[in-house]
């Protein structure tokens, strides 16, 4: 059922549809319990908030928590993303009201950073094109002596892998890159890199070196549009880009006409500047572009950390301790 129509009466509310465990369910329901609002956006959040004085926590992993949807909270004491990125929650706003924000950070690193490399497995060995072509009996059509020429891929071994954030994810995607056998470069200019074989590099050197770009980063006013035409310009033709940070890092009209005319090799993303994508987009009419419906952190596994770190962390806000992955703005 869509919505709860009726003014909340419990102190935590998941904003939008994502996976709880029976057991942080059971654990959230011994501290006054919860409701899902299930809403479209905010605006229908706020609405269904309606000024309600039980609600102080909101758990929300796309709806935006804005000023609106605060002001509808009057009780509000903290604001919990579901997940790694927070660029839905307005963290200033937050803070001038005294509401606490804090994340699931790291919770869901290990999904995504396997995703990054069954996207980039997927765009080197075209395997999403070989199963269409087994599948649409293309195989046998062609008497496996003469497969089409795209089915002849490339090795990660030996290739530079340029990672752009060397956080949660970054730091396993370069873990998982030593077992190929990659040499890997990483920029960041917020962490120490103490990571073997992982070599600290500009960005500029990243993008002109790296066979393979992949964005960690958040998505804030310093890394918006950061794949731009001046950094894409920098890439080599052959380089392959992906992208399972947030889709508003790359500007996508530009990197649509860099891989229409092959100013470099292909793509895999999982995230778009505005989400859902139809099946008409025009990234969707390139055969050098993997695509993946922002699944990055679904897992069974990442589902299990990230309610659990949920729960923890609603336990800790409303007994008034400090929630173990606060951010300040
Ligand atoms: P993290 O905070 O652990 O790591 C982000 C890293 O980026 C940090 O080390 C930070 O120093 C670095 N950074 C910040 N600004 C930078 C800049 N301008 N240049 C280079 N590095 C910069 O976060 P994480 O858990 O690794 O997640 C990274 C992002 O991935 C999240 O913010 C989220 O947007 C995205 N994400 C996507 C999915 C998905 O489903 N596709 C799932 C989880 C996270």
Same mark, same amino acid.
């Given at each position: 059922m869509r919505g709860n129509k009726e003014v909340f009466s419990v102190p935590v509310v998941f904003a939008d549809r994502f996976f709880m465990s029976e057991k942080s369910l059971a654990e959230i329901s011994l501290l006054g319990g919860c409701a899902w609002? #299930?809403? @479209?956006d905010h605006l229908e959040l706020a609405k269904q908030l309606g000024?309600? &004085? &039980?609600? @102080?926590i909101l758990v929300s992993e796309y709806i935006a928590i804005n000023a609106l949807v605060m002001e509808r909270a009057p009780s509000l004491k903290g604001i919990i993303?579901? *997940?790694?990125?927070? #660029?839905?929650?307005d963290v200033k706003q937050a803070a001038q009201r005294g509401v606490l924000v804090c994340n699931c950070q790291g919770a869901n690193a290990q999904a995504v950073a396997e995703l990054t490399f069954g996207l980039l497995l997927c765009l080197m060995r075209k395997i999403h094109l070989s199963d269409r072509l087994v599948r649409e009996d293309g195989w046998k059509k062609a008497e496996?002596?003469?497969? %089409?020429?795209?089915?002849?891929g490339e090795e990660l071994q030996g290739k530079t892998l340029g990672i752009i954030g060397l956080g949660q994810i970054g730091s396993r995607v370069a873990r998982i890159a030593r077992g190929f056998d990659m040499k890997i470069l990483a920029y960041d200019p917020f962490v120490q890199l103490s990571l073997s074989e992982v070599e600290s590099s500009s960005l500029e050197d990243i993008l002109s070196q790296a066979d393979i770009v992949t964005l960690h980063v958040p998505l804030a006013p310093t890394t918006?549009?950061?794949?731009?035409a001046q950094t894409v310009a920098?890439?080599?033709?052959k380089a392959l880009l992906v992208n399972t940070? @947030? *889709?508003?890092? $790359?500007d996508e009209p530009v990197l649509l006409e860099a891989l229409k005319e092959k100013r470099i090799a292909g793509a895999a993303l999982d995230?778009? *500047?505005?989400?859902?994508? &139809?099946? #008409?987009? %025009?990234?969707?009419?390139?055969?050098?572009v993997v695509l993946s419906?922002? $699944? *990055?952190?679904?897992?069974q596994e990442a589902g299990e950390r990230l309610s659990d770190a949920v729960a923890r962390q609603i336990r800790d806000i409303l007994e008034g301790r400090k929630p173990e992955c606060l951010i300040s703005s």
């Open positions: 609002a #299930d809403a @479209r000024g309600s &004085s &039980s609600v @102080r993303a579901y *997940g790694a990125g927070y #660029d839905h929650i496996s002596a003469n497969l %089409p020429a795209w089915v002849m918006e549009k950061m794949i731009n920098m890439m080599k033709p940070s @947030r *889709g508003k890092v $790359i995230v778009f *500047g505005v989400e859902p994508i &139809s099946g #008409d987009h %025009p990234l969707a009419k390139l055969h050098n419906p922002h $699944i *990055g952190a679904l897992s």
